[in-house]
Nanobody, 118 residues
Framework: QVQLVESGGGLVQAGGSLRLSCAAS????????MGWYRQAPGKQRELVAA??????NYADSVQGRFTISRDNAKNTVYLQMNSLKPEDTAVYYC?????????????WGQGTQVTVSS
């Protein structure tokens, strides 16, 4: 069984920075991709950023402000968020797409709240 544990959310003023972390624990999995999604009140969950072994991609709204990175040895993904805006306020969820016993799974973290005050 795979578990994703997130940390790093909180309250920050507009223009500030936060760094989210998500560590995957368990055994027998092979990571395809890791990423971050967010869901604001009344809105659908949306992709923020994702990283595979060879590439990254970002939502247009965070391009140039957020950076996703990954520590393969620790099975951990990070999201560095700079120049935060009030519209970045949301619950941020870690996602990991992986093969577990040759079957493909989507795994989700519990979510961490990010609140940006104006």
């Amino acid at each position: 069984q795979v578990q994703l544990v997130e940390s790093g959310g909180g309250l920050v003023q507009a223009g500030g920075s936060l760094r989210l972390s998500c560590a995957a624990s368990g055994s027998g999995f092979s990571i395809i991709a890791m990423g971050w999604y967010r869901q604001a009140p009344g809105k659908q969950r949306e992709l923020v950023a994702a990283i595979t072994s060879g590439s990254t991609n970002y939502a247009d709204s965070v391009q140039g402000r957020f950076t996703i990175s990954r520590d393969n040895a620790k099975n951990t993904v990070y999201l560095q968020m700079n120049s935060l805006k009030p519209e970045d306020t949301a619950v941020y969820y870690c996602n990991m797409k992986a093969y577990i016993n040759a079957l493909r799974y989507d795994n989700w973290g519990q979510g961490t709240q990010v609140t940006v005050s104006s």
